[in-house]
């Protein structure tokens, strides 16, 4: 099993990359996600990786975060997701949005992912739903008090933001919440957050 792949960013492409190691070439499909956090080309990147091999064919998938990748692979475990469908789901909004919409049993949220029916929104979240907390990613519960509003996009950018920087996932979502009525934007919610981390 290839872990991680470290190496020059060769190229980016409409759903997937090209990095280099050892002379070598990675092609490897990625989420959107992930492709618009990566940087210019001709810099070293680091992704985590996941290798699928079939009858047709062997495909490798790169992930910006262990948390998407596992995500990833809870996706693959629904009736009638596969790999490219769970890439899809991952691309359509942000990982903590789509952590928050199986929680909450936000089939409508779901179902918008490229090639994502109903049915198979509904099967997501029946099979994921009591599996998030053992992504260990967000310990959100379901009571009114204690969801994050998920029509708010710069709360859930905000809380990538925050998790990208080393600050624990649950952590994270409080600090935000926190200033929920003060900030507008994710950027005023990170700043505000890493002035009063350690208050």
């Known amino acids: 099993m290839i872990s991680f792949i470290e190496g020059k960013l060769v190229a980016k492409y409409d759903g997937f990359v090209v990095i280099e190691n050892n002379g070598i070439g990675y092609e490897i499909s990625v989420s959107n996600n992930t492709l618009v956090g990566l940087p210019n080309t001709n810099e070293v990147v680091r992704l985590f990786t996941n290798l699928i091999v079939r009858e ?111 600050i624990p996932s649950a952590q994270a979502t409080n600090l935000v919440k926190k200033y929920a009525s003060e900030c507008k934007t994710a950027e005023e919610f990170v700043s505000k957050v890493l002035q009063n981390l350690n208050n």
């Open 56 to 166: 047709d064919g062997i495909s490798l998938f790169g992930f910006s975060t262990l948390e998407e990748k596992d995500l990833f692979n809870k996706l693959t475990t629904v009736s009638g997701v596969g790999a490219k469908s769970a890439l899809m789901i991952l691309s359509s909004q942000s990982y903590a949005n789509l952590v928050t919409c199986i929680i909450n049993g936000d089939v409508n949220t779901l179902s918008k992912a490229k090639g994502i029916g109903k049915k198979t929104a509904e099967r997501v979240i029946l099979e994921l739903k009591d599996k998030m907390d053992a992504i260990g990613a967000f310990n959100l519960r379901v009571n009114a008090d204690e969801v994050i509003d998920a029509d708010r996009q710069d709360i859930v950018d905000a809380i990538d933001v925050l998790v990208s920087l080393g």
